[in-house]
C-alpha cells in the first residue's frame, strides 16, 4: 500500500493539463472583468459623440 501511495505522489501525469486549466482560468477572469470597463468606454464615447452630433446638427 505505501509503494502505491509513494507512485501516485511522484506521477506527474496530468500536471500539464491543470497548469493549463489554471491559466485559462485566469485569463478568463482577465477577460470578464475588462469586458465591463470596455462597455463602460464605449457607451461614454457613443453618448459623447452623439450628443455633439446633436448640437452640430440643431438648428
Given at each position: 500500500?505505501?509503494?502505491v ?55
Amino acid at each position: 500500500m505505501k509503494a502505491v501511495l509513494l507512485g501516485f505522489l511522484k506521477d506527474e501525469n496530468g500536471a500539464t493539463a491543470i497548469e493549463y486549466g489554471l491559466i485559462i482560468a485566469v485569463l478568463s477572469l482577465a477577460i470578464v472583468g475588462g469586458i465591463g470597463q470596455v462597455s463602460n468606454s464605449i457607451t461614454w464615447l457613443f453618448s459623447d459623440n452623439s450628443s455633439r452630433l446633436a448640437n452640430a446638427f440643431a438648428p
